[in-house]
């Protein structure tokens, strides 16, 4: 620990005496320093000694010494050495008065004592102190390389832990606890998502200070909210791969600094590390996408192996990610979130998933009914949302022209079949000016909100033009009769009940609509599109 005043009474060579303030000297000494100006304080940082034999000050005068040592407290000087026996024989009453007054550690230094040798026994204390600092910096990087390697990121964070006194959490990219010492943190680091991720909206290298530590623990110690918390950002690149936080009572000293830094370094390399990992294991599975796209489950489960073998054991489904030009043009990588939250949700639930991007779409097999691909779908509603509202996504602006497509559950066999669902289900997101749509969606729903298309509606209204000019001019209602015709399959009472005429007049109508569109009503295809034509029309 750094000097004390207590410490340098205690030192038997200084002869340092007590005159007032006894019950503050175990405050930190930062430094010693001599002084023998009327107003020390613009030259000081807090923290010192300060060393005079009042050769500029009146010490016997009670009003002046009041002021100079208030001002002395308030400048966070945390003791005033008098030497006696150089301009005062001994320490003057007015200077005992105010320094017991203000609570402020006076100390009688002998005159045999010179100012030197009590600032030659604080620079050593501090020396010593960070030697045993640093000391205890490199001890504590060994004990957590070695846990990082015998027990992975799980030891490391226990050896922090206790190196800090305190406790350790490590957060993954989607700002989810992945890990936590001892147990009970788990509950305390949980409820700091809000911050890690407010932490990961900024560019890596990062670190933020939650509470302000001291506090008493209350019912337990998962239930302790005064605790001291410092967050850092993990990895190197933009967007930061992870996070780790560190809880403790009060602020952190050196050695525990040291701790933390080293820490901080571990998990950088474990990161990266992973990345690069990461990166061949997607060039794998680009490679077993591409066999089973081709119809080669067999080659596709052999290559696989163990790594993506359990996948293609259970039905799973096909994720096929889009982006706007714009999104893509962003700066970043549009998919970035989407692929965290898939990642991070499958490494939660122990899932296999394989993730490949293919040019400028992203492609993933997720287990059917599994953890990822509900993350999906709720990481999509949540930029649905965020759209809606005219926000933005839950991470940045690169998602906001993200499309996605999901496809029912298949096998590897059906993989192709799967591929291509997910493409029409991602077109009809796009259509749709929506951000995910589920191929199982599109059967379950109508064919008529496919219709709602720019080309669509052109063609609509040229085919029907001429039959809405005709009843413009009053001489009949063409369109409502091929409405109702149309709708009662050809049926000409039923038809001409709907519209109140006899049927011989439904029977011209028709020939009118004949004679006007120069089609034939009894061609199936022209029925089919004009009955398409007139649903366009009447649902905009």
């Known amino acids: 620990m750094p000097p004390t005043l207590a410490s340098l009474v205690h030192h038997s060579a200084l002869k340092l005496t007590v005159r007032a303030g006894e019950d503050r000297l175990d405050v930190p000494v930062r430094w010693a ?159 700091l998502t809000a911050e890690v991720e407010r932490l990961r909206e900024r560019p890596a290298p990062a670190s933020a200070v939650v509470g302000g530590g001291g506090g008493p623990e209350r019912s337990g110690p998962d239930d302790r909210h005064d605790d001291r918390i410092e967050l850092h950002s993990l990895g190197t690149g933009r967007r930061p791969r992870a996070a780790l936080a560190v809880g403790t009572a009060s602020a952190l000293g050196t050695a525990e600094r040291y701790a933390v830094h080293s820490a901080i370094a571990l998990l950088t390399l474990t990161t990266e590390r992973s990345r690069s990992l990461h990166a061949a294991q997607q060039r794998i599975g680009a490679a077993v996408l591409g066999m089973l796209l081709a119809g080669e489950p ?91 509202t005219g926000g933005a996504g839950p991470d940045s602006g690169d998602e906001d022209g993200l499309v996605v497509g999901l496809s029912a559950p298949a096998g590897p066999i059906a993989a192709a079949a799967a591929y291509k669902q997910a493409e029409q289900a991602l077109s009809v997101a796009r259509r749709r000016g929506r951000v995910f749509v589920e191929h199982e969606q599109l059967a379950a729903g109508s064919v008529l909100p496919l219709l709602a298309d720019d080309a669509v509606k052109a063609f609509a209204d040229g085919l029907l033009r001429a039959l809405h000019e005709h009843d413009a001019t009053g001489r009949g209602d063409l369109v409502a009769s091929l409405r109702a015709w149309l709708s009662r399959h050809g049926q000409w009472d039923a038809a001409a009940a709907d519209l109140g005429v006899h049927r011989h007049t439904l029977r011209y109508r028709m020939r009118r609509v004949e004679e006007i569109l120069g089609r034939s009503l009894d061609d199936p295809d022209v029925r089919m599109e004009l009955w398409l034509a007139l649903k366009t029309t009447s649902t905009e």
Not at 325 to 350: C, I, K, M, N, Y
Request: proline fraction near 5%; include cysteine.
């Open 33 to 191: 320093h001599v002084s023998e100006l009327a107003d020390p304080v613009p030259y000081m940082e807090g923290g010192e000694l300060l060393l005079i034999t009042a050769l500029k000050l009146d010490a016997e005068d009670p009003e002046a010494m009041r002021r100079y040592v208030r001002r002395l407290a308030k400048a966070g000087v945390v003791g005033l050495g008098f030497a006696v026996g150089v301009n005062y024989e001994d320490i003057p009453k007015a200077l005992v008065d105010a320094a017991e007054e203000e609570g402020l550690p006076l100390l009688e230094v002998p005159r045999r004592t010179p100012f030197l040798a009590i600032s030659k026994a604080v620079s050593a204390a501090i020396a010593a102190d960070q030697y045993r600092a640093v000391t205890a910096g490199f001890a504590a990087q060994r004990e957590l390389t070695k846990q990082a390697l015998t027990d992975g990121p799980q030891g490391l964070l226990r050896a922090l832990a206790a190196q800090v006194d305190g406790w350790a959490a490590l957060y993954d990219a989607s700002g989810a606890v992945v890990g936590a010492a001892p147990e009970w943190a788990g509950r305390r680091a949980g409820r």
């Open 298 to 388: 067999d080659h596709a489960r052999a290559v696989a192996g163990d790594l993506y073998g359990g996948l293609l054991d259970a039905p799973f489904r096909v994720i096929v990610a889009d982006a706007t030009p714009a999104a893509a043009d962003g700066g970043g990588d549009p998919f970035d979130g989407l692929t965290e939250v898939v990642e991070s949700a499958a490494a939660r639930a122990g899932e296999t998933v394989l993730v490949v991007p293919e040019g400028d779409r992203l492609v993933a097999l997720v287990a059917d009914g599994g953890a990822a691909a509900e993350a999906c779908a709720q990481y999509t509603a949540s930029l649905e949302s965020a759209r809606a």
